[in-house]
């Protein structure tokens, strides 16, 4: 159910592609775990990983849509996350510049302007990087406010004026796609710069780290009409989807830094003897790596469903806009909550200098907060509820997405408006599919949720504030998460033990979740007496437990570990 470097077997049916991934994994087994924690600890620019990439062509690859490279090139989101999941499994550092070089190139794709995204795919070629210049110091979330700006001179040319805050790359970056004013009109506008550009001031690395998340200036940087990517509602639409098409990255780094540190913490704990036995022989250990274990899949079989809509999504099908900001807010949060248990387990280990793991609890709290913070993204969410629950849509069945394929949709997505009308398939018949303990405990507690949204329907000033709907917010995820996971279980044939110890959790987090609503300082008598219904015990099933224990969990002992 994990990636393993050691055993790195895809189903995904084209060989290029999978000497492509063979490839990156040899470039990080042979710089080894001493080089790349020194190099993290030193915050050394990753040079020898830029000039592999450009050596092997792996961004020019992975990252032009067929139509602008050679023949292997296409944009395709399976072999895509299997890129991602790999880079921050070796450290999220190297994965941030393919991250943000994949967000600086949205803009570009999802222009009209044939000539930049011909240069564009040139500069790929070269094995060049790239950045995306949204956000700024002052404004945060708010990119109404943006105040770079490009101020016309009047003979088709402009000059840009201001400043960018948290941009990766932009030490290096060829194309920075910038996000601005028009100056005089307030249009919103997406132009490229240079890094290069003697206009262009490099201001410093804000972050201490291996990343570079720059400050920048542009003083009075020329643009020309002919090199503009968007102007007004299109360069608003591009920035927010360039992010639906780059926040579904960081559910599967979190997932790739989940697994390393799994491995490490069962490595470690397994050949540890306390008190005359096995550190993996304590009970709350035990229950540990169980819940561990068991999140971890859910996020994958999660994250593996989602990308089959994501790639099937069309202007009529626009299902994607539910799953992909879970993908990067739950699924992301559920890495946190991976880490947190793994390191009760590893303990002082996970301090120690040479450990990933210690990589790992830094970098694992970074992915929630970026690119929208799971407060807005959960915004964003909540307005998908009333359809998702009293109004669903017809839609045939999506199969699963390994194919070979350009995901043209991308680039076309149109007007980020008339969220609320998204209709999506029923949930009910995913639930309906197996007969399982935990599972029918949890098609209860959806019931009463269902039933709490129809007759102790929020009321106007709860629905005006967010600190409730948060969590309201959290009960809905629960149920489209399970539906996902349950409907890829089925493709990839979960073993039963295994997928009833997932709804364990899940029954616990909803139990969770309903006293959390019930502690709401708003909360009706009505609404408190439904959330108490809605927290339940999960089955308890010892041989079930056990069997999950042995025959998943455990059996990953030594089964991985990174050449030194
Ligand atoms: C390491 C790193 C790398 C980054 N890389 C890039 C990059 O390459 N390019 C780029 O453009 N940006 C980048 N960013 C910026 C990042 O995307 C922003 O940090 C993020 O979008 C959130 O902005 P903020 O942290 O300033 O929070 P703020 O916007 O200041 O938010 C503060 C609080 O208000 C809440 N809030 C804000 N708006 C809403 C709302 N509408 N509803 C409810 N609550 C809300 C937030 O949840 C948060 O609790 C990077 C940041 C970091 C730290």
Known sequence: MLFNPKKYASD???EKSKEMMKKTIDFFERKGKQRIKNDDQWCVWYDDFIQFLKDNKIFATLLTPSKYGDADCRWDTWRNCEMNEILAFYSLSYWYAWQVSILGLGPVWMSKNEEVK???AQHLQYGRIFGFGLSEREHGADIYSTDMMLKPKGDGTYLAEGDKYYIGNANQAVVVSTFGKIAGTGEYVFFPVDSHHEKFELVRNVVASQMYVAQYNLHDYPIKEEEILEKGQEAWDASLNTVNVGKFNLGWAT?????????????HASHRILFGKAVTEFSQVKQLFVDSYARLVAMRLFALRAIDYFRSA??????YLLYNPMVKMKVTMQGEEVINLLWDVIAAKGFEKDTYFEMATRHIRALPKLEGTAHVNMALIIKFMANYFFNPGKFPEIPKRNDIADDTFFWEQGATKGLSKI?????KPAYDGYDLPNLNIYKEQIKIFKAFLATATPTPEQQKDIDFLLILGELFTCVVYGQLILENAKITNVDKDLLDQIFDFMVRDFSKYALQLYHKPSSTQMQMELCMKMIRKPAVDEARYERVLKNHVYALKDTYEMNP
Request: charged letters at 25%; one cysteine or more; hydrophobic letters at 25%.
């Open 314 to 319: 069309s202007a009529e099908d626009r299902r």
């Open 12 to 14: 995904y049916p084209c």
């Open 118 to 120: 011909k240069k564009t």
């Open 255 to 267: 997932i790739g830094i989940c697994t390393h540190s799994f491995y490490e913490a069962i490595n």
């Open 423 to 427: 209709q999506f398939h029923d949930y």
